[in-house]
Nanobody, 127 residues
Framework: QVSLVESGGGLVQAGGSLRLSCAAS????????MAWFRQVPGKDRAFVAA????????EYSDSVKGRFTISRDNAKNTVYLQMNSLEPEDTAVYYC????????????????????WGQGTQVTVSS
């Protein structure tokens, strides 16, 4: 079992940047994947980005590609989401999640396949 704790959310003006962090306690295995999802009231959690822990390859949603970057620090068991050129539409609660054994994009983008979740961190982008 992996426990996840997010940090780094806040209020930023459109065009600004934020970096989210997600620290995992418990072992993260090479065949695990870590991801970021976001949720606004009344909607399901939406995929943002994922990283395959062992090889470091990444996946992004079309809405954030080119603006957000997911990365990891294996030694710190921490995954990051660098968010640049933020837009008001990026306003949401951002969740970190862990998926054991997921490889294919079709699995990584589906929030229902993730078994471990953080508590979420609010990101608000003002116009």
């Amino acid at each position: 079992q992996v426990s996840l704790v997010e940090s780094g959310g806040g209020l930023v003006q459109a065009g600004g940047s934020l970096r989210l962090s997600c620290a995992a306690s418990g072992r993260v295995f090479s065949n695990d994947a870590m991801a970021w999802f976001r949720q606004v009231p009344g909607k399901d959690r939406a995929f943002v980005a994922a990283i395959r822990w062992g090889v470091g390859s990444t996946e992004y949603s079309d809405s954030v590609k080119g603006r957000f970057t997911i990365s990891r620090d294996n030694a710190k068991n921490t995954v990051y989401l660098q968010m640049n050129s933020l837009e008001p539409e990026d306003t949401a609660v951002y969740y970190c999640a862990a998926n054991r054994g997921a490889v294919h994009r079709v699995t990584l983008v589906n929030w229902k396949t993730y078994i471990n979740w953080g508590q979420g961190t609010q990101v608000t982008v003002s116009s």
